[in-house]
Nanobody, 124 residues
Framework: QVQLVESGGGLVQAGGSLRLSCAASGRTFSRYTMGWFRQTPGKERQFVAAISWTSGNTAYADSVKGRFTISRDNAKNTVYLQMNSLNPEDTAVYYC?????????????????WGQGTKVTVSS
């Protein structure tokens, strides 16, 4: 069982940066592939980024490539999402997710555990 708690959301102006954190419980955090998704009202949850449990592999949605960076610190049981050059289209609730598989997946159905979400609002 893994419990996930996101933090770091807030209001930022376009062009600004935020770093989201996701703290995980459970002694096997290092064995989980971690992902970030986001959701806006009336839309399905969208894949943002994912990282393998060794940090050797990462994947990003095309819309965030070059602006967002996912990383993890297994010693701290924490995964991060550094978001730069934010624009209003990045406004959403961001969710952290974990899956026990080794392969990075971008489908939300592939993830076993979810956090409660943290809201990011980017003003123009």
């Amino acid at each position: 069982q893994v419990q996930l708690v996101e933090s770091g959301g807030g209001l930022v102006q376009a062009g600004g940066s935020l770093r989201l954190s996701c703290a995980a419980s459970g002694r096997t955090f290092s064995r989980y592939t971690m992902g970030w998704f986001r959701q806006t009202p009336g839309k399905e949850r969208q894949f943002v980024a994912a990282i393998s449990w060794t940090s050797g592999n990462t994947a990003y949605a095309d819309s965030v490539k070059g602006r967002f960076t996912i990383s993890r610190d297994n010693a701290k049981n924490t995964v991060y999402l550094q978001m730069n050059s934010l624009n209003p289209e990045d406004t959403a609730v961001y969710y952290c997710a974990a899956r026990s598989g080794l392969i990075i997946r971008d489908a939300q159905t592939a993830y076993d555990y979810w956090g409660q979400g943290t809201k990011v609002t980017v003003s123009s």
